[in-house]
């Protein structure tokens, strides 16, 4: 397949270690760089959740699939907020940092029509995936973002340091990352924002990002 790529530096080498050899693939770090992306057989946008915008774009080339990193929002949101007059071809994916590489993508369809579409695509990158319901945050990301804000409760209350919470959390749940390695890889940005999209969708409190995530956050 042709296949174009749109990411920053560190998803595109974690994109790599999912094995794209035996494509065609360009990269680019904006969609504006981009003539027409007819060209190609399959866009991956790894920064679509930070610039929703390009769904503008793919709106207006309906014969092109996407697979678009897609937590912070839902493809329902972004099918509201856009005119896909001739078809829906995004297909929303967990592509948060630190995701990218893992051997199950996490992805969620439309329906049934695009799920079909999904199976061809995923046959021909040869990636194994785990179709979920179409939600902020999806499934792994909000539980891993959830676990990560109450380690910051927990270390801004002086419970345990940070490395102690990291070691319990692998040594008692026996996860192959503690929350704060986890928000390490993930970046505190994308972590806050996950948080933030789940409440402001649900307006549901149990994702209110604690005071020292937002700190963090706000001195980037």
């Given at each position: 397949m ?7 530096a ?8 999912k ?9 680019k770090?904006s969609?504006?760089?981009?003539l027409?992306i ?6 991956i946008?790894?920064?679509f959740?930070?610039r929703?915008?390009?769904a503008?774009?793919y ?16 493809l329902?949101?972004?099918?509201n907020?856009y005119?896909?007059?001739?078809g ?6 967990n ?13 969620t369809v439309l ?6 579409t999904?199976?061809q695509?995923?046959?021909q990158?040869n990636?194994?995936y785990?179709v ?7 499934v792994?990301?909000?539980v891993v973002c959830m ?7 927990t270390?801004a ?21 503690g ?5 390490e890889m ?5 972590v806050?924002?996950?948080l ?6 649900t307006?549901?409190?149990r994702?209110?990002?604690a005071a ?8 980037i």
């Amino acid at each position: 397949m042709n296949i174009l790529v749109i990411a920053d530096a560190q998803r595109f080498e974690e994109l790599q270690q999912k094995g794209l050899a035996k494509h065609e693939v360009q990269w680019k770090t904006s969609l504006e760089e981009v003539l027409s992306i007819k060209v190609f057989d399959l866009v991956i946008d790894l920064i679509f959740d930070d610039r929703p915008e390009h769904a503008a774009v793919y709106a207006k080339n309906p014969g092109v699939p996407v697979l678009a990193g897609m937590v912070k929002t839902s493809l329902a949101e972004v099918m509201n907020q856009y005119a896909f007059e001739q078809g829906f071809n995004i297909v929303g994916c967990n592509f948060l940092p630190g995701f990218i590489r893992m051997p199950v993508t996490e992805v969620t369809v439309l329906d049934d029509e695009q799920k079909s579409t999904l199976d061809q695509l995923m046959y021909q990158l040869n990636w194994e995936y785990a179709v979920v319901a179409d939600h902020v945050g999806m499934v792994t990301p909000l539980v891993v973002c959830m676990i990560i804000n109450e380690a910051y409760l927990t270390a801004a209350e002086g419970t345990a340091s940070r490395e102690d919470i990291d070691i319990s959390m692998k040594l008692g749940t026996n996860y192959p990352f503690g929350p704060f390695e986890w928000c390490e890889m993930i970046g505190v940005k994308h972590v806050y924002e996950v948080l933030k999209a789940a409440q402001h969708a649900t307006g549901d409190d149990r994702y209110e990002a604690a005071a020292l995530l937002q700190t963090e956050y706000e001195a980037i």
